[in-house]
């Protein structure tokens, strides 16, 4: 099939940690590499935020890049690109009237959406959307310290029932849409995967002290990640050092404002010479510091679905994780993991204490976490799903395409 792939701010071709460049980039990366391994024709579209930028680029995945011209040809943040949505969309129209048509469009977030509908409406290509994370969610948990355009949650309610599918990633994010007023005839769950040949149990290990069990917590250096509720359960592991992985470079994290909130944190709960801040590690490097973990800490407040846990999965590492979001559904409690309340510190401490004290127990979730990732989160049964609903949509009958 000929499959679009529209992802105006995260482009596949991102440099992972900078600003708005995190999960997203990396499971539009990894899903059109994977659809163009089982033979389909993909293009990603995402929008030019350099001048230096070509048009296409040839991924050395057998996907091509496309650098669509809409807004400023600069680094935009993401909450500001709603404006620019419409001409994203007008040029999308132009492209597929063109030689190229695709038989489907699969857009990556709501304002990706609203372009895609814009396009969908001018060219009759049915369409597919992902959310990734959904404002009313975001609302909720960030309350004033959201910085979403206001009108975020009424577009998304209104794209769910104007797009032909809507792909959820986990019960809970299926739950939220149809309190939205999304119809869950239109939903299909398709789980994100994980690179079993990038993440595996066998390989290089990260440096580590052989003396002390290491916890691991990865991500984004942003609140809502949960690093400050691992530091604050420390005290109750005095044995375990903690390795936090993820935000800038390690030589800029003296500047990282968050990052020196995290150093003030330790200092005040008496761990400082037990929290070893990492900084940023490039992709291809992430299983060696999976690998040399006892366990992967993933205690964000909500996680719409969550890379890290499956990652450290498929290195054979057990996690305790918070029971929100995607994570409820991929770290099966007292199987492969533990589940914890958000926000807990104390909770969170205790269930770290009693894992890290049962040597039996973690190689028994190891063994079934890495079980699971083989039967349930490979990325070629991810692209093998969505081929399946990429081919029901294109067989429904479309209205005659809207004149311009």
């Not at 990894?30 to 929008?47: I, K, N």
């Not at 797009?163 to 809970?172: L, N």
């Not at 994570?327 to 890290?356: F, M």
């Amino acid at each position: 099939m000929r499959i679009a792939m529209i992802s105006e701010h995260a482009s596949p071709l991102a440099v992972l940690g900078e600003e708005d460049a995190g999960g997203q980039n990396t499971h539009v990366a990894e899903l059109a590499a994977a659809l163009a391994g089982e033979g389909h024709d993909v293009r990603v579209y995402t929008r030019r935020d350099s001048p230096a930028l070509p048009e296409y680029v040839a991924s050395p995945d057998g996907y091509q890049v496309c650098h669509v011209p809409a807004g400023p040809a600069q680094r935009v943040p993401k909450d500001d690109l709603l404006p620019y949505m419409g001409e994203f969309g007008r040029w999308l129209a132009d492209r597929w009237r063109g030689d190229w048509t695709p038989e489907v469009a699969h857009a990556h977030f709501w304002m990706s959406g609203l372009a895609t509908v814009h396009a969908a409406r001018r060219t009759g290509v049915p369409v597919v959307l992902t959310y990734h994370a959904l404002g009313s969610v975001k609302r909720r948990h960030q309350g004033t310290k959201d910085t979403s355009p206001r009108r975020r949650i009424g577009y998304e309610r209104a794209l769910g029932r104007a797009v032909d599918r809507v792909i959820v990633q986990c019960a809970d994010e299926m739950g939220e849409l149809v309190r939205m007023g999304v119809p869950r005839s239109r939903m299909a769950l398709v789980p994100s995967g994980v690179n079993e040949s990038v993440f595996h149990p066998d390989g290089p290990v990260a440096p580590r002290d052989p003396a002390r069990p290491r916890l691991l917590t990865v991500g984004r250096m942003v609140e809502r990640k949960g690093f400050l509720d691992v530091v604050r359960a420390l005290p109750a592991v005095p044995e375990a050092e903690c390795a936090v992985v993820g935000g800038p470079a390690a030589d800029l994290l003296p500047a990282d404002a968050f990052a020196r909130k995290l150093r003030a944190a330790a200092e005040s709960c008496g761990v400082a010479d037990r929290v070893k801040l990492v900084g940023g590690v490039p992709r291809e490097e992430m299983g060696r510091w999976y690998r040399s973990a006892d366990v992967l800490v993933a205690a964000p407040w909500y996680e719409p679905f969550g890379l890290t846990p499956l990652e450290a999965m498929a290195c054979g590492v057990p996690v305790v994780g918070t029971n929100v979001g995607g994570i409820a559904d991929t770290v099966v409690d007292g199987l492969t993991g533990d589940l914890v309340p958000p926000r807990d510190p104390r909770t969170l401490g205790v269930a770290l204490r009693r894992l890290l004290a049962d040597k039996v127990r973690r190689f028994a979730y190891a063994t079934a976490a890495l079980d699971r990732i083989r039967s349930r989160y490979s990325w070629k049964r991810c692209a093998e799903q969505l081929g399946a609903v990429y081919a029901s949509v294109a067989t429904l009958g479309r209205p005659a395409p809207a004149v311009a």
